[in-house]
């Protein structure tokens, strides 16, 4: 009896165990399941985070260093915050989920250094384990490609000038409380340019360039042949054969004078007016066969439509010039394929003439911001209380001097620094005033901490993506100069971590001391 009891006993609890592990699968996959539709409401993937080297999968005989750039560039930006930052682009709940943005960020980041091409970017990205390590990665894979090349394009598209601003403040804000714990000496504390948001302090430097963009130059023949040449795709793209014979537009002669123009070795004032009038009348006559389709009821694609209308305002601002005989005319167009770009004159002795995206960027402490950015040709001057306002927003005070070139220094901005408490460099307006010794020296020294924004120039044009933007688009293109302005901030990182650990080991070294033989 009692071992009936027993087996009894043993089945019930049998059952309830089974049930219970029935229940637990059913919470586990519900969980599953909410996890996954969270994934597809929000077409997002939340990375791990940024894991030790130690954790990074390596295969045997493979020993990645700490002092790597690219290991110590992993480490100090703020994934946590810029994912959420980055998670609330995406509002589609259709389509495959996206990339973690530390591969986004990444892979643009690398693209930015080193100039690569969207398909080579992929293939550097699956060769080097520290930049799969940079890029998230929780172990090195050699097999697989990290994304599709044409991904790139939709990266730089969610990635705005404002998201990366953003990004980049947040870096900045995470670099500067690192330096702050390491600094301990109260002298530097108390010099703080944050201060007690009561008086002007900290040092703001401003300038404006342009980032050229990768165009041919341009010349009013080759731009009204190359007009040409688009208006006679769309008359191809509206053709029916079933309507007949093709408009007559006299493609081979149009082709034939522009050649005969491009290859002579003299382009004298009268050849080059004639070689204008019969590429306008050529490229009038092609629009006016384009109108006739469009009557009959034809129709185009948008970007098509938006071709033809970048190639009739081409047509009316080449006839403007030649009628009037000018060479200026306003919006002036320079490329068919970007016509956004604009012709900016600035009047340096090598490029008088620059055509690209015209930028303001500020430098506070070593930091670079990019303030403000436009492919119009505006007076950088109308941009300074701006940037004094977003300097105040961010520290809570004014600065204390602003480093500008003479181009700043208008009537508005002096009275505007003057009842802001700020110092504008540079010389006062009206007749020259006597000068004291103390005033030259006061000049000299904030010549040359101007200085400093003149080298983030060079060193984002020769090192950093700016120096010719290849980008087709508008939004591309801003995109590609913010990521510029992102990208030195991450290298002035690299570099303090290693002036750093050059200072610790000065001080461990022993003192030799010198002798000097007189």
Not at 39 to 61: A, T, W
Request: charged share 30%.
């Amino acid at each position: 009896m009692i071992q009936y009891c027993f087996l009894f006993l043993k089945q019930q609890i049998a059952q309830k165990e089974a049930l219970y592990c029935h229940i637990m699968d059913l919470q586990i996959m519900s969980e599953n399941r909410a996890k996954a539709l969270h994934l597809r409401c929000h077409m997002y993937r939340y990375s791990n985070g940024q894991i030790s080297l130690m954790d990074f999968k390596q295969p045997v005989g493979m020993h990645l260093k700490e002092d790597n750039r690219w290991v110590k560039k992993a480490q100090i930006i703020p994934l946590n915050e810029i994912e959420k930052r980055y998670a609330a682009l995406f509002t589609n709940r259709k389509g495959n989920v996206a990339k973690p943005l530390r591969l986004a960020l990444g892979a643009r980041t690398i693209q930015a250094e080193y100039g690569y091409t969207d398909e080579e970017i992929g293939l550097q990205i699956q060769e080097n384990p520290y930049l799969q390590y940079f890029c998230g990665y929780e172990g090195y894979d050699d097999e697989h490609l990290p994304f599709d090349p044409s991904l790139m394009v939709y990266i730089r598209k969610r990635l705005t000038p404002e998201v990366l601003g953003e990004i980049n403040e947040m870096i900045i804000r995470d670099a500067k409380a690192a330096e702050k714990k390491k600094n301990d000496d109260d002298k530097d504390d108390k010099n703080d340019i944050h201060g007690d948001g009561n008086s002007n302090s900290g040092t703001l430097t401003i300038d404006a360039t342009c980032a050229p963009s990768n165009i041919r130059y341009p010349q009013d023949v080759s731009l009204l042949n190359e007009a040409r040449e688009n208006a006679e795709k769309l008359i191809d793209e509206l053709h029916d054969p079933a309507d007949g014979k093709k408009p007559r537009n006299y493609r081979k002669r149009a082709r034939k004078d522009y050649l005969k123009y491009a290859r002579s070795r003299k382009h004298t004032a009268n050849k080059t007016r004639k070689a204008i009038k019969k590429q306008l009348g050529y490229l009038k006559r092609d629009l006016d066969s384009i109108d006739g389709k469009l009557s009959m009821g034809k129709t185009l694609k948008p970007k098509e439509q938006e071709r033809l209308e970048t190639l009739r305002k081409i047509y009316e601002q080449q006839k403007y010039m030649y009628d009037n005989n000018t060479h200026s005319v306003p919006d002036r167009i320079v490329s068919v394929s970007q016509p956004f770009v604009s012709p900016i004159v600035r009047g340096k002795a090598a490029a008088p003439v620059e055509f690209g995206m015209k930028l303001d960027i500020s430098v506070v402490d070593g930091w670079t911001r990019l303030e403000y950015h436009s492919f119009d040709a505006y007076n950088e001057a109308g941009n300074l209380q701006l940037i004094a306002e977003r300097f105040r927003e961010r520290e809570g005070h004014y600065p204390s001097r602003i480093l500008a070139d003479k181009i700043y220094r208008n009537r508005d901005n002096l009275q505007y620094c003057k009842e802001c408490g700020i110092r504008l460099s540079g010389p006062a307006l009206g007749r020259p005033k006597k000068v004291t010794d103390q005033d030259r020296k006061q000049a000299h020294i904030d010549e040359c901490e101007r200085v400093e924004v003149e080298r983030r120039f060079s060193l984002a044009k020769r090192k950093c993506g700016m120096g010719c933007i290849s980008a087709k688009l508008e939004e591309t293109a801003a995109h590609t100069v913010a990521m510029s302005v992102l990208v030195l901030n991450l290298r002035r990182i690299q570099h303090a971590l290693l002036r750093f650990l050059i200072f610790l080991f000065a001080i461990r070294l022993p003192q030799k001391k010198l002798r000097f033989v007189q």
